[in-house]
């Protein structure tokens, strides 16, 4: 482990995941534990995280850590407040907070982002924007939008090089509490692939209010419109659609896992928008690399 | 009881209610016992009535009896399928199921309702026909909208002295899995009224997708737009708000209990909506006394 000169953290809700770097930003080692803020009891933060490090890489007392995600939160282990948009990666790098470990070495939390929409209300994230900025320095492009699906799925717009804007739609955890705790779901034999349920969901999203439009999971279930087999699929691109339809632009980024990327890009080749998909790993450390240099230019 | 002349019975998937009733259509007597679809195994349905009726009554060989509700759905006892919008009181009547029970009396069970929108879509409900029909009787009128709130709530259209459409909202039940299932409702204080965290989620209510809008439920709650414990009072009042800017008329009649009914009524205020709240078990039995009445007619 002697190559490695510094470590990365996203430390979300429900994971833990941290990745040792070598002096030129390249990954040496990895791990992944089930230690989200959920299990991390009584603010235990630092002696959680000295278990991992020493079960993992033994030496680490010197390496400086970079950490993102729910980490900074009102939860986490320092609140770390929001950065108002518009932002660059500069604007992040500045307002991170940096602490020193009880064992000696330096630590950075990266904040969150917030942004108000015309109406007036808030949305806010934290961990996308690293994966964003990492996105942006790997493509070199000033303006375009980038889609990070999930439980909370991110629409962001990015606009002579800063972030201006995002929108949240809670599309994965509609689906997720619909298909497991609603009439919905009831009663479901096992679920199977299907992309004709699937089309059929995004054909008929947007056409009236959702809280109407979702009984009809319910009536094409009862009249076998869709198959009892189907009906995640349909209810999935019910969902899916009611989000990507807000879309201003045919072309976007999706950013995320292949599993959920590839159904989103199923739906964007039904709406004839334009799609890149990009491996959020790889964009989530070249974002956290970025920061390191800009707090380095900083000294 | 020997003035009990007939039997109506309410039998929902969680409730059965059950009420005696004179020859001249006047409740003599009434029971309620947790014994709704899903506590009734394996289709013991006419042993189950039996129960009920020997600890309730006594003597009640003789009396025929009226059902409505999920009872006559492909989870009940029969399914009588579903009559087609436009429908009247006497197709209710003349659509209905009339079997013999084991010991002698007979049973009649009222069909459901279905309605084909213009997109194709079906809506369909058991139990909310029949107080809707005995409310056009009581009130006599041709031309109205009767909402029905609920977890899956039902807005009715009369044309002609005919139930011409309705539309379903599942705005009670998206409430409850929302509140108990998701990040908005996760550790939340005690809840506690609040018009004005209802007056907001109604004003804030259909300016965006659904998808996108709860989200506002959390952020509000992050930066204290609203208070801890008025997120309920909030999603609430987002919900019912997305359900009745859909109407397109300043004027209907609530149908329900009276909490739910003043609840929706508290909104209609705020949009300027014209109500008249009518009880739903006045209007459920004259319903269903409506509907004896047809059927005696076909004799």
Chains 1, 2 share one sequence.
Not at 10 to 34: H, Q, Y
Not at 36 to 51: A, C, D, E, P, T
Not at 95 to 108: E, N
Not at 247 to 275: M, P
Request: proline residues 3%; contains cysteine.
């Amino acid at each position: 482990m002697k190559s490695v000169d510094w470590l990365i953290i996203d430390w979300g809700t429900t994971n833990f995941r941290a990745f040792a770097m070598n002096k030129e930003g390249v990954l040496v080692s990895k791990t992944e534990r089930p230690l989200g803020l959920l299990q991390v009891k009584n603010n235990q933060f630092s002696s959680s995280l000295k278990v991992v490090l020493e079960g993992w890489l033994g030496e680490y007392q010197h390496l400086p850590i970079l950490m993102a995600g729910m980490v900074g939160s009102a939860q986490g282990w320092i609140d770390t407040c929001y950065v108002e948009t518009p932002t660059s990666i500069n604007k992040l790098a500045r307002k991170s907070h940096s602490f020193k470990l009880p064992w000696g070495a330096q630590a950075t939390i990266i904040p969150g982002v917030r942004y108000r929409s015309p109406l007036g209300n808030f949305d806010v994230m934290r961990g996308e924007e690293v994966q964003l900025f990492g996105l942006q320095t790997l493509e070199s492009k000033a303006n375009f939008v980038a889609l990070f699906p999930g439980t909370h799925c991110k629409h962001m717009q990015i606009n002579a090089n800063k972030l201006s804007s995002f929108t949240t739609f809670m599309t994965g955890e509609l689906f997720s509490i619909l298909l497991n705790h609603s009439i919905l779901g009831a009663g479901l034999p096992k679920q199977q692939d299907s992309l004709n349920a699937f089309k059929k969901g995004i054909s008929e999203s947007n056409k009236k209010p959702l809280t109407n439009q979702l009984f009809y999971t319910r009536t094409h279930r009862l009249f076998a419109d869709i198959d009892e087999t189907e009906v995640s699929e349909y209810l999935s691109g019910l969902l899916i659609g009611e989000e990507l339809k807000t879309l201003t632009t045919k072309n976007i980024y999706l950013v995320g896992d292949n599993k959920l990327c590839s159904r989103y890009q199923k739906a964007c080749q039904i709406l004839e928008i334009q799609v890149s998909v990009i491996d959020g790993d790889d964009v989530f450390l070249n974002g956290m690399l970025q920061i390191k240099k800009a707090l380095n230019d900083e000294k």
